[in-house]
């Protein structure tokens, strides 16, 4: 199931690759709502808020993992790209290692200090006993997180996007089932729902592992798994930590923004939610692009195809190109819509409030889109630094901008585009000159 990038064509690979991760993003999206409409629902209010409060703190854990996951998955795919088995077969098997001691170690660490980091976020007492459980018994099944991550970026790695997508909607399957099985059957409440996902992940990575078994002889490493490699470990850090770092800072970034949006009254709230999920839904495929890029750029970098990292770094600019301009026609014209479908008809404020920042965003679209591609090109040449300055540049400046034009100068909810064109604009500035500078670095070893 393996797929060769560093031959064959370039805008079919990267299109084949990028499918099954728009998808199984998109449907983690859907799932996830799902998964809260059973608890607010057959629970209640208290029980929803519960769980959301938790998420900070859980997102926070797993978006480190995913980094640190992706971080090894790059050199996996430099590695494979450069037919270098041995090394990745010793990759594999260190940061399989590295990463279970890992999981283990913050798993306890969080089960312990579960209580203090939900008051440091001044949970309401009246919640904090349910959001504590939650959390502990997610962090009981953080070790299947890691496994389940890990997994899915060293298929990625290898050229397969599908597999990953496949246990993606199993576990999201096994996860609705077990919420109304748990939650609405025995009535467990909030623990059920953290019970469920956590069967869910282990009942995946065992499907996971029985898979790899027999279809992925390359994975099969028998005896070897037992191979630790403390050099490779710490390059796996230094390439998974900045990941890491910069998948929590987007996170962070929203944290902020939502602490502007939160003293604007429950319409700013509420239309700021709507157009978070619209958002979500009209950039994840870019990201998953830029994902498909790094993964195409790694073996190629690894086999030494200079010429072809560049043309396939130019198609991926086209494919963003024809898919934005797509979307961005249809959140222009479908805002008013669109919008509709998260509120009540009575709700026309903040409907008016969505509809007034759609159609601007929509205009902005291209620029999210460039910023990803770029991402995804410094990501595969292993140079993720260039990723993380300019992720932290563009989230300051979006928060920056936001508090500043809204809270200070008490601007609409558009000011909330041209928050994020501030950013694009701040992240742009940065990554322009280098790719510049690398592409004719790139030019004179070809």
Known sequence: ????????????????????????NLFQLTYNAA???????????????????AGPIMNMVILFITGMCMGAG??????????????????????????????????????VFAHPLLELLQVPENIIGDAKGYLRIIFLGLIFTFIYNFFSNTLRALGDSKVPLYFLMISALLNVIGDLFFVVVLGWGVLGSAAATVLSEM????????????????????????????????????????????????QLGKICVQTVVNVQGVAFIAAFTAINRVDDFAMTPQQNIAHATTTFMAQNRGAGN?????????????????????????????ARPIMQLFVSDGSEQVIQLGVSYLRLIALMYLMPAATNTIQGFFRGLGDLKVTLISTILNMSA????????????????????WANFFGWV???????????????????TD
Not at 35 to 53: E, H, P, R, Y
Not at 408 to 415: C, S, T
Not at 426 to 438: D, E, K, W
């Open 426 to 444: 701040a992240m742009l500035a940065l990554q322009i000159p280098l790719i510049i500078m690398r592409w004719r670095k790139e030019q004179q």
């Open 35 to 53: 998964d809260s409409v059973i608890v607010g629902k057959f629970v209640g209010d208290d029980a929803l808020a519960a769980v959301g409060t």
């Open 74 to 111: 790059i050199l996996m795919s430099t590695h494979y790209g450069a037919k270098d088995y041995d090394l990745l077969e010793r990759q594999i098997s260190t940061s399989m290692l590295g990463g279970l001691g890992f999981s283990a170690v913050i798993s306890v660490f969080l089960i």
């Open 398 to 417: 979006r928060f920056f901008s936001a508090w500043l034009m809204i809270h200070i100068l008490h601007g609409g909810f558009d000011r909330l585009a």
């Open 203 to 250: 009942l995946c990575c065992l499907f996971c592992l029985i898979y790899i078994r027999k279809k992925v002889p390359l994975l099969c490493l028998g005896k070897k798994w037992k191979v630790f490699d403390g050099s490779i470990l710490w390059k796996t850090f230094n390439y998974g930590i900045t990941s890491a770092l910069q998948q929590m800072c987007v």
């Open 1 to 24: 199931m393996a797929t060769d990038m560093t031959k064959g064509p370039m805008i079919s690979q990267i299109t084949r690759f990028t499918i099954p991760l728009v998808l199984g």
């Open 306 to 334: 200079i010429r072809r990292m560049k043309q396939g770094f130019l198609s991926s600019v086209l494919i963003q190109l024809v898919y934005t301009s797509v979307v961005a026609v249809l959140v222009f014209f479908g």
